[in-house]
């Protein structure tokens, strides 16, 4: 099976641009979660999809973030107007629950830089 | 509230000695679930054990073994061995339901093998 991919792998913005990260699942996985991780810290819920529902939004989901998963597929975090302190790994998992363990498999994360 | 702790931040070792990671959870939740992740130079966590919280048993997987104490709350992680290939930062994680924002990972233990 091909893991979870995301890209881009690195981005670099000025403060107040906006950026799109994308997430591709592991094949015919139907639930898909966004973290965020900081420097030295485990990673930090951001919000679950069950298929193309939104079903869990994290207080620390600010109105900048937006997320989609449009046909339960691939999903997008979007960030408007970044600020210093979006800076950050931002990891994307996948799991399904048809199997027993319904395991968390992460991708390799995207690293933005706000400048 | 959940919560994960790993008190130890960094240890050092040198190859073939055996070490052990702690992590101790604080959990209202009757059910829960256990995790230890690890998460290489590369930066993508990889799943190592999940264990509920019904299911004392010790577990070993080659040079991993697992101790589960629920009397202390503690999900402990002994590499016997270590080698190098071993350096990473460990998660431990905790969840009541096996996803969502309930997910909660400790801070890490960045582990460090010397040849």
């Known amino acids: 099976d091909t893991g979870v991919s995301q890209n881009p792998r690195h981005k670099i913005t000025k403060r107040g641009q906006n950026v799109t990260f994308r997430c591709d699942p592991i094949?015919?996985?139907?639930?898909l979660y966004w973290y965020r991780q900081t420097l030295g810290q485990g990673p930090e819920f951001l919000t679950y999809?069950?298929?193309?529902?939104?079903?869990?939004k994290s207080r620390l989901l600010s109105d900048r973030f937006s997320a989609e998963r449009p046909k339960g597929s691939f999903s997008t975090l979007e960030i408007q107007r970044t600020e210093q302190g979006d800076s950050a790994m931002y990891l994307c998992?996948?799991?399904?629950?048809?199997?027993?363990?319904?395991?968390?498999?992460f991708g390799p994360g995207t690293r933005l830089t706000v400048l | 509230a959940q919560k994960v702790t790993q008190a130890q931040t960094e240890i050092s070792v040198v190859e073939k000695e055996d070490v052990t990671l702690d992590c101790v959870y604080e959990?209202?939740?009757?059910?829960?679930?256990l995790f230890w992740y690890k998460q290489p130079p590369s930066g993508e966590l990889v799943f190592l054990i999940r264990?509920?919280?019904?299911?004392?048993q010790n577990e070993i997987s080659g040079r991993y073994s697992w101790n589960f104490q629920k009397s202390t709350s503690s999900f402990n992680f002994t590499i016997t061995a270590s080698q190098v290939v071993d350096s990473a930062v460990y998660f431990c994680?905790?969840?009541?339901?096996?996803?969502?924002?309930?997910?909660?990972f400790g801070p890490g233990t960045r582990l460090s093998v010397l040849p």
């Open positions: 998992a996948s799991s399904s629950w048809r199997t027993s363990t319904d395991t968390q498999y």
């Open positions: 094949s015919e996985h139907n639930r």
């Open positions: 999809f069950q298929n193309e529902a939104q079903l869990e």
């Open positions: 959990t209202r939740d009757t059910t829960y679930y």
């Open positions: 264990r509920n919280s019904f299911d004392e």
């Open positions: 994680a905790l969840s009541p339901d096996n996803y969502g924002q309930n997910f909660v």
